[in-house]
Nanobody, 126 residues
Framework: QVQLVESGGGSVQPGGSLRLSCEVRGDALSTSCLSWFRQTPGKKREGVAG??????YYADSVKGRFKISQDSAKNTVYLQLNNLQPEDTAVYYC?????????????????????WGQGTQVTVSS
């Protein structure tokens, strides 16, 4: 049984930073496409960042501000959120899918993942 356990959301002012964590229990990071999505009420879930091993992928809206990383020793994937803006306010979800690198590079933002975290709220306001 694979479980994704998220933590690290919260409230910050514009320009602030947060780090989200997603512990992957029951599977190995090395054989999974690991990604972060976000969703606001009434909107479609949006792919924010994806990773497969050393490779990472980002939505245009967050490039240069967000960074996805992995710690294989802790079996955890992180999302560092910098220079947060009000439009970044959303529930953030981590997702995992056993895959090959080519699948991840092509489909990381599609939402076709077998495993999802419970979601963590990020609120950016002054």
């Amino acid at each position: 049984q694979v479980q994704l356990v998220e933590s690290g959301g919260g409230s910050v002012q514009p320009g602030g930073s947060l780090r989200l964590s997603c512990e992957v229990r029951g599977d190995a990071l090395s054989t999974s496409c690991l990604s972060w999505f976000r969703q606001t009420p009434g909107k479609k879930r949006e792919g924010v960042a994806g990773s497969y091993g050393p490779n990472s992928y980002y939505a245009d809206s967050v490039k240069g501000r967000f960074k996805i990383s992995q710690d294989s020793a802790k079996n955890t994937v992180y999302l560092q959120l910098n220079n947060l803006q009000p439009e970044d306010t959303a529930v953030y979800y981590c997702a995992a899918q056993r895959a090959v690198a080519a699948w991840c590079s092509s489909y990381w933002a599609t939402g076709l993942y077998h495993y999802w975290g419970q979601g963590t709220q990020v609120t950016v306001s002054s």
